[in-house]
C-alpha cells in the first residue's frame, strides 16, 4: 500500500537525511514544525483491574493531525520518523507531555487512594539514545512525579537489539523504579530462557491472541502467557478486549488487569479525567 511505500523510502534515504518522496512528511524538519504548531497531541486509553474494575493507569498514545494528510496513525508515522531521525524530538515530546498528564491526575488525590501509573511507549530508537532514562526521570523530578508510576513499553521485537546504550537506558529507569513492559507479546521471538534474563516488569499480551477469544473460542497463548508471568514473577496485561466473553474468559484464568474498547477507546486527557480520575471520587458519595 501507500504507507509501505513510503516507508520503504524513508528507509532507503536512511536516517537523518532528506526524505524526498512518500515519507517527506515526516522528516525532523516536518516534526519540529507539526510540534511547535500542536499538530500532534496525545489519546490516553484506561488499564483497568479486572477482577475490581478500577483504573490502574493509563497508556499515552501519539496522534498527528496533520494540515494535508489529516488524521494519521501512528503505525503509519512512527516507522518513518524511526527512518527519518526524527523520532527522538518526538519521543521526548510525547514522555513529557505523558508525565504532564499523569502528574495533572494525581494532583487530583483520588478518593480511593489509587495512584495512577502511565505507560508509555518507546520504539527501539528511542530506547537506544544515549540519555533516554536520565531524560524520563528529569521530566518526573520537574513536575514531581513518582518514577515508580512510570512504565516505559517496548515491543517485543525491539528488546531483542542488545545494544549496550538500550541496556543503560533500562538499567537507570529501573533503579529508579520505572517498570518496563513488553509490548506485543507473543508476536516476536523471546525464549523463555531470554525472558528469565531481561530486566522486564510487566508483559503485555498482544491484541491478536486477545481478538481471536470467543464463547467457543480458547486462546493457548493468552493462557499460557498468564500462568508463564504468573511463574516468573511478572504483571500481565491483556490489550485490545472488545467483549464480555473475552474478559470473562481472562477473568477466569486470573488475567490481572485489560485494556480495551470494551472499557473504553484512548480519549483525551480532560475526557479520561471526566470518566476515570472523578469518576473515582464521586463514586463513593
Ligand atoms: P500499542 O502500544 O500496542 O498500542 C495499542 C494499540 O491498540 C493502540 O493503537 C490502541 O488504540 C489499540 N487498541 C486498544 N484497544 C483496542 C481494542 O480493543 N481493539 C482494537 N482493535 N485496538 C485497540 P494506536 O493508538 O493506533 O497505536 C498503534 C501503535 O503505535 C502502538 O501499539 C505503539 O506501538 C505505537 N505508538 C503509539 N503511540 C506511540 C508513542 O507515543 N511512541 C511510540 N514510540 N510508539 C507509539
Ligand atoms: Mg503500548
Ligand atoms: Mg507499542
Ligand atoms: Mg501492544
Avoid at 511547535?36 to 486509553?45: A, I, M, S, Y
Avoid at 475490581?52 to 489529516?70: D, K, Y
Avoid at 507473543?186 to 531481561?198: D, Q
Amino acid at each position: 500500500g501507500r504507507a509501505g511505500k513510503a516507508l520503504f523510502e524513508a528507509q532507503r534515504v536512511g536516517r537523518g537525511k532528506v526524505i524526498t518522496h512518500g515519507g517527506y512528511y515526516a522528516s525532523p524538519a516536518a516534526v519540529r514544525d507539526g510540534l511547535t504548531n500542536g499538530e500532534f497531541f496525545l489519546l490516553f486509553q484506561p488499564v483497568i483491574h479486572l477482577s475490581t474494575g478500577a483504573t490502574a493507569g493509563a497508556e499515552a498514545l501519539v496522534r498527528w493531525q496533520h494540515p494535508t494528510r489529516g488524521l494519521v496513525p501512528p503505525a503509519e508515522f512512527i516507522p518513518l520518523c524511526e527512518a527519518s531521525g526524527s523520532m527522538q524530538v518526538l519521543g521526548r515530546w510525547v514522555v513529557r507531555e505523558s508525565i504532564e498528564a499523569a502528574a495533572d491526575w494525581a494532583r487530583r488525590d483520588r478518593s480511593d487512594g489509587q495512584q495512577l501509573s502511565i505507560s508509555i511507549n518507546a520504539s527501539a530508537r528511542e530506547l537506544a539514545s544515549a540519555g533516554y532514562g536520565d531524560y524520563v526521570l528529569d521530566e518526573c523530578a520537574t513536575v514531581g512525579f513518582p518514577p515508580s508510576l512510570v512504565r516505559i513499553e517496548v515491543t517485543e521485537t525491539d528488546f531483542g537489539t542488545d545494544a549496550a546504550a538500550v541496556r543503560d537506558n533500562i538499567r537507570v529507569l529501573r533503579d529508579a523504579g520505572v517498570l518496563i513492559s513488553m509490548d506485543d507479546f507473543g508476536t516476536g521471538h523471546s525464549s523463555l530462557s531470554r525472558l528469565t534474563e531481561i530486566d522486564l516488569d510487566v508483559i503485555k499480551i498482544d491484541r491478536s491472541f486477545v481478538g481471536a477469544i470467543d464463547d467457543t473460542t480458547d486462546s493457548p497463548v493468552a493462557d499460557l502467557t498468564i500462568k508463564m508471568a504468573a511463574a516468573l514473577g511478572l504483571d500481565v496485561i491483556a490489550e485490545g478486549v472488545e467483549t464480555k466473553a473475552q474478559a470473562r474468559w481472562l477473568l477466569d484464568r486470573g488475567c490481572p488487569y485489560v485494556q480495551g474498547y470494551l472499557y473504553s477507546r484512548p480519549v483525551p486527557s480532560d475526557e479520561f479525567v471526566a470518566r476515570f480520575v472523578e469518576e473515582a471520587l464521586t463514586s463513593r458519595s
